[in-house]
């Protein structure tokens, strides 16, 4: 049997190691690792990384829109901040942020996305409101009756949402007349769908005759007042309590309007009615 002798042996391995060193890292050394890449976040601290952008949009001509998927992404990002913010009850906050979402629904133009627009609109009005900012509230709104009208159509209920709140806006601010304009237009469409027995008919028929009495307009007033009794005696209810408030009203009226004599005789009717009544 062949045997190697040790000496020879030896000699192999130190060739071997001469030929071909093995290359090893020093003692407590690791190579060098790339650092992570750095986590993107937008303006209203949202986590860019795990945001996909919806597939882009294209027109009638079939162009991509620009920037559509970032502006709504933005859009509803600072919706969200500034929803958190109002329930906080931090209103500086949520006037802010709200504001940059409709600047960034208003860059799209005519792809706006009406219902979350009117939606953005609605909420701000309401922290302008709070904040007294009536005058940029109805800004607003009249922005969001625009968008609604065209691109729900008029007979959407965002867009009785937007006419109640200029009309409530209007009427704090004592403009009477643009008031009446809007509780008009909600009391025609009311009166079509509903009747004239409705609850929000029925509503705003009063706010309509008080936007009247307070502005003054005391010949509007009666009308309306006039018209309502007529309706009621028409109706066989001529002897009712209600009549009889209503003609304690127009009395009212009529006073305002210097119209003493009238007035004094529409109380006697309306007393009659009442003691009518008691018996």
């Known amino acids: 049997m062949f045997r190697t002798s040790p000496s020879i042996v030896l000699s192999l391995l130190a060739l071997c190691v001469a030929v071909s060193p093995v290359q090893m890292p020093a003692f407590g050394k690791t190579p060098a690792r790339k650092p992570p890449a750095a986590q993107k976040f937008d303006s209203a601290g949202e986590n860019l990384m795990y945001y996909t952008p919806p597939p882009l949009q294209y027109d009638t001509t079939g162009k991509p829109i620009p920037n559509m998927p970032n502006l709504v992404y933005q859009a509803n990002a600072y919706f969200e901040a ?138 509007a007033a009666e009308g309306i007042l006039k018209q309502k009794i007529d309706f009621e005696e028409s109706q066989g209810r001529g002897s009712t309590p209600k009549t009889a408030k209503l003609l304690d009203q127009y009395a009212d009226v009529l006073k305002r309007a210097c119209k003493m004599e009238e007035a004094a005789a529409i109380e006697a009717k309306a007393k009659s009615i009442k003691e009518a009544s008691a018996n």
Do not use: H
């Open 82 to 219: 500034g929803q958190k913010a109002f329930f906080k009850n931090d209103m500086e906050f949520a006037e802010s942020y709200l504001k940059k979402s409709i600047e960034c629904r208003d860059k799209l133009n005519k792809v706006r996305e009406a219902k979350e627009y009117i939606q953005g609109v609605n909420l701000l009005g309401k922290v302008l409101r709070k904040r007294n900012k009536y005058e940029d509230a109805e800004k607003y709104y009249r922005q969001a009756l625009s968008m609604a009208s065209q691109g729900l159509g008029a007979d959407a209920y965002e867009v009785k949402e937007c006419q109640l709140n200029l009309a409530e806006c209007y009427e704090k601010t004592n403009k009477y007349q643009d008031a009446i304009y809007y509780y008009k237009n909600l009391l025609v469409t009311a009166e079509k769908k509903y009747g004239p027995d409705d609850p929000d008919v029925q509503e705003y028929s009063r706010k309509i005759l008080d936007m009247n009495i307070k502005g003054g307009n005391y010949e």
